[in-house]
């Protein structure tokens, strides 16, 4: 039983070597390589300008507002879980101590609005 | 050269053509685009086919090599309105008739896809613009903290950010004259901070635009206004559906375009106006920028200074137009979107005039103070270049709000063609 699973297995790997071989139509021994392209098209197009210094520059993402808000949201959901538990045992004042947690996180949540870190680009 | 199926399937698609224009003729090309049998690209990588349109002037060959040699080869050019090149002049095609860049730019693609066309020679060498530049035997060490200068471009020292004073590396460029989403032939040194434009500062000012025939006749003795409207119509739908496609609504610019082909008198552009509305073009990055001052909207003229409610309509001093109630559009907020929303609604109320003047029934009496497609014409004055005034417009603002800010102002040149010539309507 084993040894026809692995010449079944065997024959597929020879198929799909074999049309691999016969769809990519060239010998194994000669592989092709794409030739880079010029050097006029590996230039950024500018409409007929030029950069005046290497691409390599450094810039910021600015990603300050979107980590904000990423830990705002990751806490609220963090503490939420196990409060789920609490609240019922602990009732209307588990209630309140998460009204108060949200309004700090929601400032936090605001200031980053403020900031645009909700402004799609 | 027998074309295998993928070939043959390959030819029969849209020829994607980069259309570089050496004249002011948007509003040509923009026309000819509507021929199903062509795709305007918006970089020469994407392109098969490149569109000359205009005569190249020698101060710009190196320009043009640039952007020639970015096609992706076999690709092939086709000029119109002006003469090919002396190195690509050898089985140049030309193009005689704009009706005909369809069937033309179809069958070089056809040719160069069969290897009938080899494509055309580089015109730029095929060697690194900017050599390494390192100082030891191999070419290490050197300036700068990357130890030497690669390809001879320096690295960017840092510099205060526009927005809150980090210190990061500026990128700074030259722009243009090719570039499709300029205005034509304007060039310009760019710096940018992340993607704020630091600074604009333009170097060539654009090929002056050409006054439509309707409009030079205006100049010299009484027109049919229908004539005249039917004419500003069609270039404020030209304006906005360029100011569309920057926005990336390519469709909608298709459907601007083809509307502006067959204006009729008193036709409505109420669909229009609500497609614009709904797809939020009117809310896009940039639309609330652009605010101009009392001496950039005086120096715009036109539309421009109307969107902040400043400027006038030379139309208002025309017997003629005063005989059918004319008055004024003026808004008051300024932005670039309000200039799109007033070219939609001048193009409306152009059409309506076309109509109430009737067929060459009403003609304008008034040749000193003629309102044209960019601001009026005193005793013969045509209004000037206002490009400069980029360089305080656009900084500050982020790249695509930039853009679309450029895209809601026309700011070339007005030049007369001659009587007779041909405009760009």
């Not at chain 1, 010029?38 to 210094?53: H, K, T």
Request: charged share 20%.
């Amino acid at each position: 039983m084993e040894l026809t699973e692995l010449l079944t297995l065997l024959i597929i790997g020879l198929l799909t070597f074999a049309v691999g071989l016969w769809l990519s139509g060239r010998p194994i021994t000669k592989p092709q390589y794409r030739a880079a392209p010029p050097w006029p098209q590996r230039a950024p197009f500018l409409g007929g300008g030029s950069p005046e210094n290497h691409a390599w520059n450094r810039f910021h993402a600015r990603y300050y507002p979107m980590t904000l808000l990423l830990i705002a949201f990751e806490m609220e959901m963090m503490f939420m879980y196990p409060w789920a538990v609490v609240y019922v045992a602990e009732g209307m004042k588990a209630l309140v101590e998460m009204g108060m947690f949200l309004a700090i996180l929601s400032v936090g949540i605001i200031y980053g609005w403020r900031e645009g870190a909700f402004k799609w680009q | 050269m027998a074309m295998n199926w993928l070939r043959q399937l390959a030819a029969k698609a849209p020829v994607p053509v980069y259309p570089l224009l050496a004249g002011n003729l948007r509003t040509d090309i923009q026309t000819m685009g509507l021929d199903p049998r062509i795709e305007w690209v918006a970089s020469p990588r994407h392109a098969r086919v490149l569109l000359v349109a205009g005569e190249l002037s020698p101060a710009t060959d190196r320009a043009f090599g640039k952007v020639h040699d970015q096609l992706p080869g076999p690709a092939a050019s086709i000029w119109w309105q002006g003469q090919p090149l002396d190195s690509l002049a050898d089985g140049a095609t030309i193009l005689d008739k704009a009706d005909d860049l369809g069937r033309v730019a179809h069958q070089l693609q056809v040719d160069l896809l069969s290897g009938k066309h080899r494509g055309e020679p580089a015109l730029c060498p095929d060697e690194p613009p900017e050599p390494w530049q390192g100082l030891g035997d191999i070419g290490h060490g050197g300036e700068g903290m990357m130890g030497g200068k690669p390809y001879g471009r320096s690295m960017a020292m840092p510099t205060d950010d526009l927005r809150d004073g980090l210190q990061l590396d500026p990128m700074a460029f030259s722009l243009g004259p090719f570039c499709s989403f300029l205005p034509p032939g304007l060039e310009a040194n760019v710096t940018l901070h992340g993607d704020v434009v630091a600074s604009f500062e333009v170097c060539s000012t654009p090929y002056p635009s050409l006054l439509p025939g309707v409009f030079e006749k205006a100049l010299e003795g009484p027109v049919s206004i229908t004539e005249l409207e039917l004419a500003r119509a069609r270039h404020y739908l030209h304006q906005l559906g360029h100011a569309l496609w920057i926005n990336q609504s390519g469709t909608v610019a298709h459907a601007v375009f083809a509307k502006a082909r067959s204006l009729k008198p008193g036709e409505s552009l109420n669909k229009l106006k609500k497609q614009l509305i709904y797809t939020g073009f009117y809310r896009s990055a940039g639309a609330d920028k652009g605010v101009l001052g009392d001496s950039q909207a005086l120096m715009t003229g036109g539309v421009a200074a109307r969107a902040c409610g400043r400027g006038s309509d030379a139309r208002v001093d025309d017997d003629g137009y005063r005989s059918l109630g004319f008055k004024p559009l003026v808004m008051d907020r300024g932005d670039a979107a309000a200039r799109w929303w007033l070219w939609l609604e001048e193009a409306q109320r152009s059409l309506q005039l076309a109509h109430d003047a009737g067929p060459g029934h009403v003609k304008t009496s008034n040749t000193r103070s003629v309102e044209l497609l960019r601001g009026a014409s005193r005793d013969g004055q045509l209004p000037e270049d206002g490009t400069a005034m980029l360089e305080d417009l656009l900084p500050g603002l982020e790249w695509s709000e930039a853009m679309a800010v450029l895209a809601s102002l026309d700011l070339s040149a007005v030049q007369r063609a001659g009587a007779g010539a041909e405009g760009t309507l």
